[in-house]
């Protein structure tokens, strides 16, 4: 499996060792196996009921798996809650349900982690900082960055939750279906913000059911299929067809990566 | 961009730096619905115009200082619900917490007790703090409805003082009487007029200097702030407006012996809605309590021990409660079992949303309780000196209160879709 790793030397930020769960009869999660790296884009991606839920609830630490083991940076780890992924460094992003509408940006990137002087509110320094971030992750189309949230385009929304990751100094992101939703436009700029969210040496694990702006910002793709993973490699391995077939079937007729 | 042509809904003084595009962006800000106090203000000044030309005396110096005193207790309790809308709750007990409250301070200073002043109220607003804590833990542990739990409240802590009454042999007929000129004098005492004048500058000049220095700091540190003519202009209202409000007060009201000054009550409530706006906007509970109005899940997700600010809100919505029984019996002088803590509790609802806070949480300032209460206050007053019967002026409320709720929505709607 590692072999084929582009992520340089060395071992992965985190692994996954045979995770299983199941859910009574169902067999959510079947012995998965996946690396993911710094600086790099790990799409998951599968059809409806394939794990992907199951899988990112894991790694958030939502529930812990019935078999199988989590390594990070090597090390076995147990993620018993969100608060223990925290600690690591995994962050992650869903839909519509980081963000409170009624507070402006900087608030909302601060949330839970504000920064305080003798006790107060620091609204300078969180204003200098959080603006900072969102230069380094080119996010320009916001006019400022007091309005509050629910003036926000959805690509916009979807860049304050990121920059919010990103200043909690997380070093792997779970984006739930990023794209979902968003115009064309929109989507540029999400696509645009986790390629360089990657380049700044953040892994990024993004479940997207769609498959263009997989291809797009992917650098590897991991394919669900009944719990199972099918298949994992470099994007460019794959074409459109191919993932099709993973994802529809678990396998593949002709040649493909493995 | 399609990005950058969006209206622009963030407060003008974020997006402006010049007093041009201050103006604009404060103008786009009305047409997208967010139209802050303006619709408060507008209603209050029609308000004062119909009731002066219907009755010349209701700008006079003696009725203003009785409005502001009829207002305090509506303007207290609209704050004690302010904290439980901003969480997305209600608390329907507020009512007869503040004639709980009330009845502790006025039993403990009542012979054969006797506590000094500061001791009896003290004792009184640590009861209705331990009230509301006890409510929220109710409300965040067993995870209970708010509604039903200061339902519950609104029914027994009437009877907790109803029997606060009949334990005190000195209530007779359920009554007992203010004996403390300190408890009393809040209300019905005046700062003299030196006083008053006194506290103006000090007051004015501390908030001009603090709004001025943290204006040009942020300006430095090149981060959005509002035009220097805008603070400026700011403290020139709040200078005009304290300036008239001293200038009425120390005018000679009595008509046998002189009796002219601000009462202490005003600048009692000005102080407690100064302490708690600074809450709610420069402390951590504060930002936590907005969040978890409008996205309790979010609030989870980011780390924030939601139950625990829950709780400190009805904690405070308590407590300030008690404060407005204080000065309730502090303006009558006496306190009794037949206070009427249903009405007052919608009383309370009704100045914070007249306001401008939402019942659907996350949205709500102190300063919307201050506005809320004198508008209730104004039409009460008005409506009392027109002679108006008690039916009347119940029903004169209610129309005041649909008023309010509906410009707000009507206002908000169009700006959704704009």
């Known amino acids: ?258 | 961009m399609s990005e950058l042509e969006e209206p622009i809904v963030a407060m003008p003084e974020v997006v402006a730096d010049s007093l041009g595009e201050y103006l604009r962006a404060w103008w786009v800000r009305i047409k997208n619905g967010d139209s802050g106090v303006l619709p408060i203000l507008a209603g209050l000044a029609i308000i004062i115009v119909i009731f002066q030309v219907q009755e010349p005396v209701f700008l006079s110096a003696g009725n203003i200082v009785n409005l502001l005193t009829q207002a305090a207790v509506f303007v207290l309790l609209g704050l004690a619900e302010i904290f439980a809308l901003v969480l997305s709750e209600i608390d329907l007990s507020t009512g007869f917490v503040a004639a709980v409250g009330g009845m502790i301070i006025a039993e403990l200073l009542a012979s054969p007790n006797n506590w000094p002043w500061w001791s009896a109220v003290l004792a009184g607003l640590a009861a209705t703090a331990a009230i509301g804590a006890l409510q929220g833990t109710l409300i965040t542990r067993l995870r209970l409805p708010s509604f039903i739990v200061t339902l519950a409240g609104l029914l027994g802590w009437e009877g907790v003082l109803i029997w606060l009454a009949d334990i005190d042999k000195g209530a007779v007929g359920g009554v007992v009487r203010i004996s403390n000129s300190v408890v009393y004098n809040l209300v019905n005492g005046n700062m003299s007029p030196l006083a008053g004048w006194i506290t103006l500058v000090v007051v004015v000049g501390l908030y001009a200097a603090v709004t001025v220095t943290r204006t040009v700091r942020r300006r430095r540190q090149g981060l959005s702030a509002p035009p220097l003519s805008i603070t400026v202009a700011t403290i020139a209202v709040v200078g005009v407006v304290g300036v008239a409000l001293v200038v009425v007060c120390n005018v000679n009201r009595g008509s046998l012996v002189p009796l002219q000054g601000v009462p202490w009550v005003v600048p009692f409530v000005l102080a407690v809605v100064l302490a708690w706006s600074w809450l709610f906007a420069r402390t951590r509970t504060g930002r936590y309590m907005y969040a978890i109005g409008a996205n309790p899940e979010a609030a989870r997700r980011a780390g924030i021990n939601v139950a625990r600010v829950r709780t400190i809100g009805f904690m405070m919505a308590s407590l300030t409660a008690g404060m407005a029984g204080l000065v309730y019996e502090s303006r009558l002088g006496s306190i009794a079992t037949d206070v009427d803590g249903g009405t007052l509790v919608l009383y309370a609802v009704a100045a914070a949303v007249i306001g401008g806070a939402s019942l659907f949480g996350g949205r709500g300032k102190p300063v919307h309780a201050l506005l809320g209460g004198v508008v209730i206050a104004a039409v009460y007053n008005g409506l009392g000196l027109l002679g108006v019967s008690a039916a009347g002026q119940d029903m004169a409320t209610a129309l005041v209160l649909l008023a309010a709720v509906s410009v707000d929505s009507l206002v908000r709607r169009r700006g959704r879709s704009a």
């Open chain 1, 1 to 258: 499996m590692t072999a084929d790793r582009r992520g340089g030397p060395g071992v992965p930020l985190l692994r996954l060792e045979g995770i299983s769960k199941r859910f009574g009869a169902v067999r959510a999660l079947d012995r998965v196996d996946l690396d993911i790296a710094e600086g790099q884009v790990t799409a998951l991606v599968g059809d409806n009921g394939a794990g992907k839920s199951s899988l990112i609830k894991t790694v958030a630490g939502l529930w812990a798996p019935d078999a199988g083991r989590i390594r990070w940076q090597g090390e076995p780890v147990t993620l018993r809650n969100p608060k223990d992924a925290e600690q690591l460094g995994i962050t992650t992003i869903y839909q519509d349900l980081a963000l409170c509408d009624n507070l402006d940006i900087v608030q909302n990137m601060f949330l839970g982690h504000e920064l305080r002087r003798h006790g107060i509110l620091d609204e300078s320094s969180m204003e200098i900082a959080a603006r900072g971030t969102l230069r380094e992750l080119a996010v320009t189309t916001v006019r400022s960055i007091r309005q509050p949230v629910a003036s926000l385009s959805g690509g916009q929304r979807q860049s304050v939750a990121v920059a919010k990751a990103v200043m909690a100094k997380a070093r792997l992101v779970i984006m739930d279906e990023p794209t979902a939703a968003l115009g064309v436009s929109q989507t540029e700029q999400v696509l645009g913000l986790i390629r360089r969210l990657a380049d700044q040496g953040v892994a990024v694990l993004m479940v997207s059911h769609n498959l263009n702006d997989v291809f797009r910002v992917a650098d590897r793709l991991a394919v669900l299929y009944l719990g199972r993973m099918a298949v994992d490699g470099p994007a460019a391995d794959f074409d459109l067809q191919s993932v099709v077939e993973y994802m529809t079937a678990g396998t593949r007729s002709g040649p493909g990566p493995s």
